[in-house]
């Protein structure tokens, strides 16, 4: 009898604890601490550091982060959008951003860090010059928010409906607030 009320309990302990690491898989949340980036150099990443600030989210906002500020990180939030003035301002070109960006997401990648994509910047920040690091930031990405003027043509959604990744779709900036404190919860 005390065999079979061993092996029963052994048996329970196996199917939660197997029932525990597939929620905690199917549901993995993003913690902090943050490294919040830049893929193009454009000033939406002061706005994206601002929305962690009010959801009381440590973050550190590196405006050409490389592989070396992965370091202490558990997340890395990019935030896509071309700025040919934040270019110039730092002193890079097109290809030398598209480049360093690739090598971030591939180093998040190898240190198993996710990536939450964030793209406020709505029309602006789309077309012939941002869309490519919007493309390597969305596909790269676990999670995406945008700004539904953003999406309008249905580039975000599309690539998160291929690749089965959850996307957020907000009316405006302050309206990202809202799932980013959910996916930090």
Same mark, same amino acid.
């Given at each position: 009898m005390n065999i079979l #009320? @061993?092996?029963?309990v052994l048996a329970l302990l196996v199917v939660v604890l197997i029932a525990a690491l597939a929620s905690a898989q199917g549901g993995k949340k993003f913690e902090a601490p943050v490294v919040i980036t830049s893929a193009g150099q454009s000033a939406d990443v002061t706005l994206v550091s601002m929305l962690f600030k009010r959801a009381n989210l440590v973050a550190k906002a590196v405006s050409q982060a490389k592989a070396g500020d992965l370091d202490n $990180? &558990?997340?890395l939030v990019v935030v896509p959008g071309f700025s040919s003035k934040g270019l110039g301002a730092a002193g890079i070109s097109r290809e030398d951003?598209? &480049?360093r960006i690739k090598q971030l997401l591939e180093a998040a990648a190898a240190k198993k #860090?996710? *990536?939450l994509m964030m793209h406020i910047g709505g029309k602006p920040r789309r077309g012939q010059q941002? !869309? +490519?690091f919007c493309k390597v930031a969305a596909e790269a990405a676990n999670h995406l #928010? $945008?700004? &539904? @003027?953003? +999406?309008? !043509?249905?580039?975000?959604s599309t690539i998160a409906k291929?690749? &089965?990744k959850p #996307? !957020? *779709?907000? +009316?405006k900036i302050a309206d990202a607030a809202k799932p980013l404190a959910a996916l930090f919860q």
């Open positions: #009320i @061993q092996r029963t $990180v &558990k997340a951003e598209l &480049k #860090i996710p *990536v941002s !869309d +490519d #928010i $945008v700004v &539904k @003027q953003g +999406d309008e !043509d249905g580039f975000f291929e690749a &089965k #996307i !957020d *779709v907000v +009316d």
